[in-house]
């Protein structure tokens, strides 16, 4: 990891990380869309979009939702349940398990280890509770980059999806 990353604290989210954790979805919008990926989030900012507000309020109270500082600055939000977002066409697990319901680090924070610490986070909260499954899942197009990322740090693809047109693949991760 980054030596970036040995500044790095993860702390429980709290409702008042939901403008920054709204500006973190805001600016992965912005950077995908820059690079010709207007499919995976489409091009409206999550601030600007009908409900939007109130669901990251949600996710810091009705989830358990952490947050990624470098050097006290919020870098990223990964926010986990019990299970997958009931809107998604995702199978169930059939056992017990913690869902990754939203990965995201600031831009700026880019290839500083953000995401690993806080999947690797997540694999601790998953051990914690005494369970064995974690689960994401995350958009399946453009070439599968977002698939590779999260098979670099230990999940393995489990089924594929489409919701409406847009291509969904779950991954899991077994934890000891």
Do not use: K
């Not at 990353?5 to 805001?26: E, K």
């Not at 992965?28 to 091009?43: D, F, I, K, L, Y």
């Not at 980059?145 to 991954?171: C, I, K, N």
């Amino acid at each position: 990891m980054d030596t970036t990353a040995d500044s790095l604290r993860i702390r429980p989210g709290t409702p008042a990380d939901a403008p920054a954790i709204l500006a973190m979805l805001d600016s992965a919008v912005a950077w995908m869309n820059a690079r010709g990926n207007t499919e995976q989030w489409g091009t409206t900012p999550h601030s600007q979009r009908p409900g939007w507000a109130e669901r990251t309020v949600r996710y810091t109270t009705e989830n358990a939702a952490y947050v990624a500082e470098l050097d006290g600055a919020p870098a990223g939000v990964l926010v986990l349940d019990s299970g997958p977002d009931p809107d998604m066409p995702v199978p169930p697990a059939g056992e017990p398990e913690r869902y990754v319901r939203m990965l995201v680090s600031d831009r700026r924070y880019a290839g500083q280890g953000v995401g690993a610490a806080l999947l690797a986070h997540a694999a601790e909260e998953t051990r914690r509770a005494g369970l064995r499954l974690l689960r994401v899942d995350c958009w399946a197009g453009g070439g599968g980059g977002l698939v590779a990322f999260y098979e670099r740090h230990g999940f393995v693809p489990t089924e594929r999806f489409l919701s409406d047109a847009w291509p969904g693949q779950v991954l899991a991760m077994r934890v000891a």
